[in-house]
């Protein structure tokens, strides 16, 4: 569609206003979902061929990792040209018609927003170089003097969330330094430039106009740094990222950007929203991403990196909630993402506990995220071939962490058939090697298959519609239970059981079973819970 012609908005369930409160989203990564031309890497038109299977799985919208102009440095997260869709992907037109038919599913379609840094081939990072140290456009980045007699050191202690240090030095006589918090290939924007906002809110309206239904805002928290760009005094700040506020994240003067936005999609007609990608040290901290006059939804990585552990499970549930309900948001839930590994490795436990947390998950009130290929239970790829990787943390992080904080083997093209050269992502090879066996955890492999995870995520999310007790709302009551269990009670009758321990425990059965992770359990007045297990119960 053009923008005098955006896609129309979906016509289903998901059309209602507030769609977004209680939405399952399903983050489609575009190079490894699906790719229709076969080169190797999935593309626009993969996905529009492939968005039937969301419809069926029973999601309310779909994330799209960036697809814009892009070198690649860092998959796409370091953009050229914002309103550009890479060729590797497709074209405008392609995006277009992603977006009609999948609002024509009743899938809504929410972007990746790269607001914090750019590429180093960006117009306007070029021309800064290229001009030298008097031209007007360093401005726009964060371009100073290095310290020492001759300016050989980086003008700070900030270090790289890749590693290393956050600041390179332009070659040759120039020899100012610029910021990138992640990549040399990623400069960061000055958002005390008006230029930047400026130009920020005009990305917002050609998406808009164009028919998203809203932006993830990447490094939501990292907009801002403050004023001075002073030291932090530490090393190893990689591991005080979300733990505590640094001068380069979480600074307070992000929050009258995002007013700004809402102001804007505000003025868009079915309730468009911004979902932050923002690294908090608490629950009350990311709440203030979400004000009523912010944003609408912030990741809770609180509850992502939450130990498979009843007792760090319900505290974490009962912050998150805790910390949402005086701001009136929804709290979101979320297991995997392209940035961490994969939730049926990470958790341990094998297939079992990864299906076990997903209904839990599921059971909680507000929204969940979805990351491609977890509805087919698959595993970390944790054996790639070094030659095979690009992510750019390998090679600055590997040294120092080995495969912590390695985001390839979460990135591993989807198996859609059993056989094929790579299962059915396309005709020809995959940009990352597919492990042997792949097939065997395809789409087609799970169909109709009862006791397949594809299966049990379908089961689970047709319920989510339909139940009076899932999804809405923002209470959950906890009920006695044993050591490692957790018994929750949602309005509407639903009650939600959950075995984290490695045995089997006997409980009062509270009503009729609905679903369950595993074995369905049979029940007269008692019944038995199995290790790793969580039943939903319509009590």
């Known amino acids: 569609m053009t923008p005098d012609q955006p896609a129309p908005a979906p016509s289903q369930d998901s059309a209602r206003p507030d ?18 031309d076969g080169d190797g890497m999935g593309d626009l038109e993969g996905i529009r061929r492939r968005l039937p299977h969301l419809r069926d799985l029973g999601v309310d919208a779909v994330w799209l990792s960036p697809f814009y102009a892009s070198p690649q440095a860092d ?39 790269v607001p914090n840094h750019c590429s180093d081939r960006h117009a306007w990072f070029r021309q800064a170089v290229d001009e030298g140290p008097t031209s007007p456009l360093r401005a726009r980045f964060h371009f100073r003097d290095g310290r020492g007699e001759s300016g050989e050191l980086p003008p700070n202690d900030w270090e790289s969330v890749f590693g290393g240090p956050a600041w390179t030095r332009l070659p040759g006589p120039d020899g100012q330094w610029y910021l990138h918090l992640f990549a040399p290939e990623q400069p960061d924007f000055n958002w005390e430039h008006p230029a930047v906002r400026d130009e920020f809110r005009a990305v917002l309206r ?11 805002v990447d ?10 760009l002073p030291d932090t005094g530490t090393t190893g700040q990689i591991e005080l990222l979300g733990h505590q506020v640094l001068p380069f994240f979480d600074q307070d003067g992000v929050h009258a950007i995002y007013r700004s936005w809402r102001t804007l999609l505000d003025e868009y007609p079915g309730e468009r929203i911004a979902v932050a990608e923002a690294w908090a040290p608490s629950p009350e901290r990311t709440a203030r991403y ?5 944003l609408h939804q912030a990741f809770n990585f609180h509850y992502l990196g939450t130990a498979w552990d009843a007792p760090a499970l319900r ?20 297991l995997s993402n392209h940035d961490v590994v994969r939730h049926a490795t990470r ?42 990787r690009q992510d750019p943390a390998f ?56 006791d397949s995870t594809l299966e049990l995520y379908r089961a689970a999310l047709a319920l989510r519609r339909t139940h009076p007790g899932l999804g809405a709302g923002t209470e959950v009551t906890w009920l006695d239970a044993p050591d490692g269990v957790l018994v929750l009670r949602r309005p509407g009758g639903l009650v939600c059981t959950v075995n984290t321990t490695d045995t089997a425990v006997r409980l009062p059965s509270p009503g009729k079973p609905l679903l369950s992770s595993g074995q369905l359990p049979s029940t007269d007045s008692e019944f038995i819970l199995p290790a790793d297990t969580t039943v939903w119960w319509d009590a």
Not at 322 to 331: F, K, L, Q
């Open 219 to 228: 490094v939501a928290h990292g907009l801002v740094k403050a004023p001075g």
């Open 290 to 294: 979400v004000r009523p006059d912010e």
């Open 315 to 334: 505290e974490t549930i009962d912050a998150s909630l805790d910390a949402m309900r005086p701001v009136g948001a929804p709290t979101t839930w979320v």
């Open 395 to 450: 090679a600055r992080r590997t040294g120092a962490l080995g495969q912590a904080g390695l985001r390839d083997g979460c990135r591993v093209p989807l198996p859609w058939t059993e056989d094929g050269p790579s299962y059915g992502f396309g005709d020809g090879g995959s940009w990352l090697p597919q492990p042997d066996g792949w097939g065997a955890l395809s789409v087609a492999a799970q169909t109709g298959d009862p």
């Open 19 to 36: 769609w977004w409160r209680d939405a399952v989203i399903y983050q489609v990564y575009p190079r490894s979902f699906a790719d229709a």
């Open 206 to 216: 050609f998406w808009l106009d164009r028919g998203v239904d809203g932006f993830r």
């Open 347 to 388: 958790l341990g436990g094998a297939a079992a506990r990864a299906r076990a947390a997903t209904l839990l998950m599921l059971a909680l009130p507000g929204s969940a995220y979805l990351y491609q290929g977890e509805e087919l239970g698959l595993p970390e790829v944790t054996d790639l071939p070094d030659e095979a």
């Open 75 to 113: 998959a796409g997260y370091d953009v050229t040209d914002y309103r550009a869709v890479d060729p590797m992907f497709g074209t405008l037109a392609d995006a277009d018609a992603v977006l009609r038919d999948a609002h024509a599913l009743g899938l809504r379609v929410i972007v990746d927003l």
